[in-house]
């Protein structure tokens, strides 16, 4: 067992050197391994970022009850109560009195309120579903209008649809294209190790006079492709990140204007684990294909 | 050790390399292969080092048929056997220290223990004071010596070599098969192809070659 793992250490150690022996050759790799991790990668995070923007700015996501006016405690106690019910997601109650002060703070329509004599807008639930495909939006809606109590039912149905069309097609696309940019870094890898292959035919050559095995022989390109890999990964999260830091401020400025504390989100930790594993995952398998194909000929 | 029965080695040009080799040679032996040019002894070495296979016939060493050896196989068969060739097969972008040690690395030996036996093989070889250096530093006798050690540092039971005095000046040679000598006395079976009789010591056979054929056991 300690063979084992000194064997997979010292290949380890075999990749990182030739990694590290030739700087300018591994910068190059990795700029086109961040490049094409990279791209994907922040699409998938534009959309989630969309999607969520769209959900707060819209309230497309949102189904809002409104209460029969006259009601009281005890009918939004029983809707409450039937919320828990159901489970639909995260709900919170708007008190009429909590609208009205709203409607005041809301551009232009200071006088408007102002000139009501009394409170005409009814208690209210905000409804943000946990399941926001469109027909699971619908069907929720329609349970809700079943309920006593509930006045009326406000879902924008038709931008959730286009909404939705809007995001399937967009990650089909980025999906695409993540499979064309994964085949590129599978492709980058398998060439790399192919030209390190022929500049070490002389070692492989006699590594196997000498008892190398299969395995020992393709270890140290599988792990150099891995390493590559994982590197390319974390060189994609440092131009997301980079990109993300430059555009934050001009960014920011868009969403005062749509006057919402809407934060864009960046990868999460497991994201950006994924992303690096990802790397690793693709670069192992373009050094494996090579390896499968190359050193059968020496000796 | 070894045991080859009607063994012919036929190339797909129809070149008969080998033809109906048969022979024995017993554990701790030390054996000469001679001829002349085109005999067919570098062949035989690639037949005993499991690097081609025969055509027909069987070679059995250290109780392994290398007929019928599985691809599999082939490497830890050769972990027990010593090669030494006649171009030498050194890295040259590793140091002396690091030709030695690729042996122990492959057969998955501790660092340290490879460590203490690659400066043991040195020392015997007498170059562990060049263990820093390049190969290519080296003269044409210190490479021959570099090429032993790094066969003999596996302690294999078996060593083969294939023409190791040739392009050698006198006195190296003399070193070389001195050093064979030292090997052979503490029980390693030696199988040596040379096509040079005239360094045959004594207490050793010689199997001679012509055309293939063993003309002279």
């Not at chain 1, 009429?96 to 005041?104: D, Y």
Request: aromatic share 8%; proline share 5%; charged share 20%.
């Amino acid at each position: 067992m300690g063979a084992f793992f000194s064997g997979h250490l010292a290949a380890a150690r075999s990749a990182a050197r030739r990694l590290a022996a030739s700087p300018l050759n591994t910068l190059l790799s990795l700029v086109v391994i961040g490049a094409a991790l990279a791209l994907p990668a922040a699409g998938w995070l534009t959309l989630d970022n969309v999607q969520r923007f769209a959900g707060k700015v819209s309230g497309a996501q949102q189904i809002s009850l409104f209460l029969t006016p006259g009601g009281g405690e005890k009918e939004a106690a029983e809707i409450e109560t039937r919320l828990a019910g159901l489970s639909p997601g995260k709900w919170r109650f708007v008190a009429r009195e909590e609208a009205l002060k709203r409607l005041r703070e809301t551009e232009g329509m200071a006088d408007v309120a102002a000139g009501l004599t009394r409170n005409p807008l009814p208690d209210a639930f905000i409804v943000e579903p946990g399941d926001v495909r469109p027909e699971a939006l619908e069907n929720l809606a329609e349970i809700f209008r079943s309920w006593p109590a509930v006045a009326h039912v406000q879902l924008d149905s038709a931008w959730s649809r286009r909404l939705d069309v809007f995001l399937r097609l967009a990650r089909l696309a980025v999906g695409i294209f993540a499979g064309l940019f994964a085949g590129m870094l599978v492709a980058v890898t398998f060439n790399t190790i192919r030209l390190q292959i022929l500049a070490r035919a002389a070692e492989i050559e006699v590594s196997r006079l000498f008892g190398a095995t299969d395995a020992f022989i393709r270890r140290p390109f599988l792990y150099f492709g891995a390493l590559q890999g994982a590197l390319g990964g974390l060189f994609a999260l440092s131009l997301i990140a980079g990109a993300g830091w430059s555009l934050a401020g001009p960014a920011g400025e868009l969403l005062l204007l749509y006057g919402t504390d809407f934060v864009p989100r960046g990868p999460s930790p497991a994201q950006a684990g994924a992303l690096v594993g990802v790397g690793a995952a693709l670069g192992w398998l373009g050094a494996r294909i090579s390896v499968s194909i190359h050193p059968r000929g020496f000796a | 050790m070894i045991s080859a029965s009607a063994v012919t080695k036929r190339y797909p040009q129809g070149i008969e390399a080998l033809k109906d080799l048969s022979f024995e040679i017993g554990d701790g032996e030390l054996v000469f292969i001679t001829g002349h040019s085109g005999a067919g002894k570098s062949t035989l070495f690639h037949l005993l080092a499991a690097i081609e296979k025969p055509t027909s016939g069987s070679i059995v060493v250290d109780g392994q048929n290398l007929a019928a050896l599985r691809r599999g196989a082939i490497p830890y068969l050769r972990r027990k056997l010593g090669l030494i060739f006649q171009d030498q097969k050194l890295l040259f972008d590793r140091s002396v220290l690091d030709n030695v040690l690729l042996p122990l690395s492959i057969a998955g030996l501790p660092p340290r223990e490879a460590m203490r036996r690659a400066h043991a093989a040195l020392d015997k070889v007498g170059l562990l004071d060049r263990e820093r250096a390049w190969p290519i530093a080296l003269s044409g006798g210190e490479q021959q010596r570099l090429a032993i050690a790094r066969a003999v540092v596996n302690r294999p039971s078996l060593l083969l070599a294939d023409e190791p005095t040739a392009n050698l000046d006198r006195e190296s040679a003399g070193q070389i098969l001195d050093l064979f000598r030292s090997f052979h006395q503490v029980g390693v079976t030696l199988v040596i192809i040379t096509h040079d009789p005239q360094w045959m010591t004594r207490g050793a056979r010689m199997l001679r070659l012509a055309r293939g054929r063993l003309v002279d056991a």
